[in-house]
């Protein structure tokens, strides 16, 4: 006979020639002939000696322990006083349940949506981390949920996780802000044959992403190659100076036409506009003598209109000065004071003609 002593806190398994025979908890206790005694702390996880099935027949040990059977596409999630500690993947766990306060999540991987009550903190934590899904659809995003390639649900902007397993799980995301697109140097003909090059822009807006993103493959190319299409068709009705006179009534006519089609890729077309006309060099020039052609003819006219306005106001100033001796010595005085400005001496020879003719033209008695 032996006599032992189990401390507070532990507990002893005791064993004769390798078989397990009871459990003993803290105080003394004799041991008999061949027992031997393994003593266990209370505060650790519980590692069975012996096959856990002989130690469940025990009534006493088994009201001491939590079994936790955690099954295939099952984890637990182990929490020790309150603190995540670690997790179970399939296997039979035996824990101490007298001393230490634990707490067992059991989460279901076979689904796809998280449902269990776990910290969301946990989320981030690497050991959780490997069987979760995560997907980010932004503040300006929505998306589509496809689940086994069959389309379940909208999803709103957030973070979504679901369990990781064999289930397929894909989103597609659409922008649902404003938004604008280019057909950059679109090379066109025009009714008359001239070859230009139109920068043209649209602003649109996702409207139903379902149709956009399930029903249209690309729907931004589709709604590209409707713009393009409108485009030529309707530049190709237009000579080169109506359309350079006429490019917003163009960018309405393309918008109304593409509006009646583009309902059918989920996106709505808020407004359009051409934002150059590019011609090639040769026309250019071409342009240029144009416009300076027009030019000199309006310098032109507007030289003529002012020398008729010139010679009416002479012949009226004529018909003045024939009925007026007066009026046409003034007249006479005005342009000799205008020569008589820019000479600066004058010499006279000759028999005083010219005198007299000076003295004759500035005598009023005339």
Not at 158 to 163: A, H
Not at 306 to 323: F, G, H, P, V, Y
Request: net charge neutral; proline share 1%.
């Amino acid at each position: 006979m032996k006599l032992i002593r189990i401390n507070a806190g532990k507990v002893g398994m005791v064993f004769k020639r390798g078989d397990y025979k009871r459990t003993i908890s803290s105080g003394l206790h004799w041991l008999g002939i061949f027992e031997t005694v393994m003593i266990f702390d209370l505060s650790r996880p519980f590692i069975p000696p012996v096959a856990i099935e002989i130690l469940l027949e025990d009534s006493k040990l088994k009201s001491m322990l939590h079994v936790i059977e955690v099954k295939d596409n099952e984890i637990v999630l182990v929490n020790e006083r309150g603190n995540f500690k670690n997790i179970l993947t399939a296997g039979r766990y035996l824990y101490w349940n007298t001393l230490v306060d634990y707490q067992f999540t059991y989460a279901d991987l076979s689904k796809i949506y998280i449902t269990e009550q776990i910290d969301k903190a946990l989320f981030s934590n690497y050991e959780l981390s490997k069987y979760i899904r995560i997907f980010e659809v932004a503040a300006y995003e929505k998306a589509v949920f496809i689940v086994d390639d069959v389309f379940v649900k909208i999803l709103e902007n957030g973070t979504y996780r679901f369990w990781r397993n064999d289930t397929t799980i894909k989103i597609a995301k659409a922008d649902m802000r404003q938004l604008q697109l280019e057909i950059a140097g679109q090379e066109l003909l025009t009714k008359d044959k001239a070859a230009i090059r139109i920068n043209f822009y649209t602003k649109y807006k996702v409207t139903n992403i379902v149709k956009a993103l399930m029903d249209n493959k690309d729907y931004e190319k589709q709604l590209y190659v409707l713009l393009q299409l409108a485009l030529r068709a309707y530049v190709g009705t237009y000579t080169l100076d109506e359309l350079l006179e006429n490019k917003d009534s163009i960018a309405k006519s393309v918008l109304e036409e593409v509006k009646k089609e583009v309902a059918n890729l989920g996106v709505e077309v808020l407004n359009t506009g051409i934002r150059d006309v590019i011609l090639p060099g040769d026309m250019k020039e071409i342009m240029n003598q144009v416009l300076v052609a027009q030019k000199k003819a309006q310098a032109n006219v507007i030289t003529r209109r002012e020398e008729t306005a010139s010679t009416r106001s002479l012949l009226n100033t004529a018909k003045l000065m024939e009925d007026n001796d007066m009026l046409f010595k003034l007249k006479e005085m005005e342009y000799v004071e205008k020569i008589a400005d820019k000479i600066g001496e004058i010499s006279i020879s000759g028999n005083g003609g010219v005198v007299k003719q000076l003295k004759d033209i500035f005598s009023v008695n005339k």
